[in-house]
């Protein structure tokens, strides 16, 4: 653990978003295993690698620190969950592009909540930010839209909204909260999903948990490695990053998803899925530009 801690921070989110970036293809090489029993043993070895991480971190203080982190942090660890079953249902539903896509708009979301909930006020370069972001996700989900018809890969284009959206809530939670460690709310999160994918696996497929040990690992590479390793080192290394660089370098998944889907699954991404994901990308680094020019106007 003291090895991944010297690690450089800039380097370890750039390690935790690629290792996020593999989530799409693994998802989608699953041979026969639903999204919820998907849910399911994602989370479970999620929740594994996470407690050991808090094992390791806290030792004697394991159980203190969901004490300390309080109603802060299992409400964020709630909000985390919604965004990790969306995480599957989209990657289900429609395609790694536009999910990974969608992901990246996170940025968007949170000047929109901080405007709401922090009253941080919104410049005129973020609201031309807003406007691209959301023309792009137009750009993208337009070929899926059908008058009077909700078809598969749009309910998918949806739903993924809700990793932005959760993922938002609990900056804005982190933000409102500065001396909580959010730390244990991942264990909560991986406790509710769990919670999730057996809820729907008992009462829609009549209690079905038991799937291949071909799905059973590719369960263990998603939760113990591709989640688990990516928001370990995304944690750790956001301690000793500037957020401008950790929302750059995050990108890094949302470009290297749809690469890996389409050299490992063949998944080739349609010309508006790419011009409406460059178009998202852009609006997302302008933000950066934005938020960097005014760190720079303060500091000076």
């Known amino acids: 653990m003291q090895i991944i801690r010297n690690l450089p921070g800039p380097f370890l989110i750039l390690l935790g978003a690629t290792s996020l970036s593999f989530g799409g293809t693994i998802i989608k090489s699953f041979e026969g295993a639903n999204l919820w029993q998907i849910l399911f043993w994602r989370s479970i070895f999620f929740l594994i690698i996470v407690s050991l991480f808090l094992f390791f971190t806290y030792r004697k203080n394991f159980f203190k620190s969901?004490?300390?982190?309080?109603?802060?942090?299992?409400?964020?660890?709630?909000?985390?969950?919604?965004?990790?079953?969306?995480?599957?249902?989209?990657?289900?539903?429609?395609?790694?592009?536009?999910?990974?896509?969608?992901?990246s708009t996170q940025t968007i979301f949170l000047a929109i909540f901080g405007y709401i909930f922090l009253k941080e006020k919104v410049n005129p370069l973020t609201m031309i930010c807003i406007f691209f972001a959301m023309l792009g996700v137009l750009v993208m989900v337009g070929p899926d839209l059908e008058m009077g018809k909700l078809n598969e890969r749009m309910l998918g284009n949806l739903v993924a909204f809700g990793m932005p959206i959760t993922f938002s809530i609990l900056i804005i939670i982190v933000r409102k909260y500065p001396n909580v460690d959010m730390v244990p709310s991942q264990f909560i999160a991986g406790c509710f999903a769990i919670f999730y994918g057996y809820l729907a696996c008992e009462f829609y497929f009549s209690g079905k948990l038991i799937i291949s040990i071909h799905d059973i690992f590719l369960g263990f590479l998603a939760g113990f490695f591709q989640l688990g390793f990516g928001f370990i080192f995304i944690t750790i290394g956001a301690q000793k990053t500037p957020a401008a660089m950790i929302g750059i370098i995050a990108l890094t998944e949302s470009v290297l998803g749809p690469f890996w889907a389409w050299l490992i699954i063949k998944e080739i991404p349609s010309s508006s899925v790419l011009i409406g994901g460059v178009l998202i990308i852009f609006a997302v680094l302008l933000q950066f530009y934005s938020k960097f020019k005014k760190v720079n106007r303060i500091t000076n």
Not at 68 to 96: E, H, K, Q, R
């Open 66 to 103: 969901f004490r300390d982190s309080g109603v802060p942090g299992f409400v964020a660890g709630l909000f985390l969950s919604f965004g990790f079953a969306a995480y599957v249902f989209a990657m289900y539903n429609t395609t790694v592009a536009n999910t990974n896509f969608i992901i």
